[in-house]
């Protein structure tokens, strides 16, 4: 007969065991497309993706509206609401409010550099982005990815670039896969496509080993101008076991935005912070 504390030990074995055949599952995973297309079928695909490059240059336009964010990683877990305008290529500002209107957040980013005024703190903080993730445990991948297309759900694909045409195993749509080089490394981009609207329904980021960088999910698309927006955008896959996700409301396209407006100027009398 075992006594208890062999007993245990098996059970703790056991559990070792089955974490361990969990992951190895999970690296195993199946993925959402199946057989590629036949190359009539798969023309037809990149006639149809050049017209949604078409779409997208006549989509640039900047837009505005209230926002929603829910972070979370191994580390905290954030949430915040505000006010948020985008402009083409690169351009984002956050104002985030008190109840009674006023601002007590603001954060403008060119992708490269941000500007930061916390009222509250009486601070202001400059510098590249990239110093900004490190001291807040952003993952890489979200600090790299091109935010405006994200967020606006754009679909620009060079035909150059496309490895793959395949069908989505629940009949969503096509699942267009391209490569591409940014600074010497090489990334995959699994694109899931709707065949009818032409809306992006998933965005998959994989490094040269098939490692998931990032996976951005789009729902609830709406017509905004003469252009489509999604309102909920999920992103997950990222290092530290990090999520976001995104809801849009209230979204306008906004007449006479340009850059001079992404370009805070520090108050007076408050703390000036730069990052290197």
Not at 175 to 198: C, F, P, R, Y
């Amino acid at each position: 007969m075992c006594s208890w504390n062999s007993w245990n030990r098996i059970c703790n074995s056991t559990t070792i065991l089955l974490v361990l055949f969990c992951l190895a599952c999970s690296g195993c995973a199946r993925k959402p497309w199946t057989d590629p297309l036949d190359e009539k079928q798969a023309e037809n695909t990149i006639q149809f993706l050049k017209s949604l490059n078409s779409r997208a240059e006549t989509c640039q336009e900047g837009i505005d509206g209230d926002i929603s964010l829910f972070y979370r990683n191994i580390f905290e877990k954030k949430s915040v609401n505000g006010y948020f305008q985008i402009l083409s290529p690169s351009f984002i500002k956050l104002i985030v409010s008190n109840p009674l209107g006023q601002p007590i957040l603001v954060v403008t980013s060119d992708q490269h550099t941000f500007q930061l005024i916390t009222t509250l703190e009486r601070r202001y903080i400059t510098g590249r982005v990239s110093s900004y993730g490190l001291l807040h445990n952003i993952p890489p991948a979200l600090l790299r990815g091109d935010w405006v297309d994200w967020i606006r759900g754009t679909v620009r694909v060079d035909p150059s670039t496309i490895t793959d045409i395949r069908r989505d195993r629940e009949n969503r749509g096509t699942w267009v896969t391209v490569q591409t080089t940014a600074d010497n490394i090489l990334q995959k981009t699994h694109m899931l496509i709707d065949s009818g609207e032409g809306d992006l329904l998933s965005r998959r980021i994989e490094n040269d080993a098939g490692k998931i960088l990032a996976e951005i999910t789009y729902e609830d698309w709406m017509p905004v101008g003469y252009c489509r927006q999604p309102y909920t955008i999920n992103i997950s896959g990222l290092e530290y076991n990090s999520t976001l996700a995104v809801k849009l409301s209230h979204v306008l396209i906004a007449e006479n935005l340009n850059r001079s407006g992404f370009r805070l100027t520090a108050p007076a009398n408050y703390v000036r912070q730069i990052l290197p």
